[in-house]
């Protein structure tokens, strides 16, 4: 008998690694009071506006879902991860969010259907970064926001993650230079950089299809 291909959310190593931490993930890993608090600071720069649907890509435990939720109240936030175990704990935490496990690196989220995109503290970890923009970058409404946050810079974080070894070795955030090529092939502008110490921000947007492809887009409507 054939055996049947492995799916990536079998094939990837790094998901067993956080499966490992997700029970002792908001007690050991990181403080989820001191997460929301240092992210609330930075509202201003992150925008969420009531009314926008936020898609929140590598949620983890949720530890920062809630706040989400209660930025862009009435809209809805979705939620995924990788890891079915860290999803569990964001699950039992009772979010007035939807959660799914979802590998964006892989699959697509949905189709223009969020007005922000939302990698925290999750980016390097797609295996496959620029077919990650590509599905996310089709999850956005035309003119949507991506959003990739660290609470570090690109050298500190970049640095943990070869420090921890493992499967997270050479997990990074691409350098500075590299970022719009890689934005420009899935469709996306960048229109803001921030890199310091404690900070890491990126803002891009989608671009509007251009005017061949929306009446092309009618004649077939």
Not at 45 to 71: H, I, K, M, S
Not at 158 to 164: E, L, M, Q, R, T
Not at 174 to 200: H, N, V
């Amino acid at each position: 008998m054939t055996q049947a291909p492995e799916s990536p959310l079998d094939g990837d190593p790094r998901i067993a690694f956080f499966d490992r931490l997700a029970d002792q993930w908001d007690h050991d890993e990181q403080d989820p009071l001191d997460t929301v608090r240092r992210v609330g600071e930075q509202a201003e720069l992150l925008g969420l506006q009531p009314g926008e649907d936020v898609l929140e890509v590598g949620c983890g435990t949720g530890q920062l879902t809630g706040w989400l939720v209660e930025q862009v109240r009435p809209a809805r936030v979705v939620a995924l991860d990788f890891s079915a175990k860290m999803l569990k704990h964001a699950r039992a935490k009772a979010i007035d969010a939807e959660f799914r496990h979802l590998d964006v690196c892989s699959d697509a989220p949905g189709e223009s259907s969020f007005d922000v995109v939302l990698c925290f503290h999750s980016f390097p970890h797609y295996r496959d970064q620029a077919a990650a923009l590509k599905n996310l970058a089709g999850a956005l409404k035309p003119g949507g926001r991506l959003l990739v946050m660290h609470l570090n810079s690109s050298a500190d974080v970049n640095a943990f993650h070869d420090s921890v070894g493992g499967h997270v070795t050479g997990d990074h955030l691409p350098s500075a230079d590299a970022w719009p090529d890689l934005l420009a092939t899935a469709g996306l502008k960048q229109t803001e950089l921030i890199d310091q110490p404690g900070l890491f921000f990126l803002r891009a947007e989608r671009r509007f299809p251009a005017a061949t492809e929306f009446q092309d887009e009618c004649a077939t409507s």
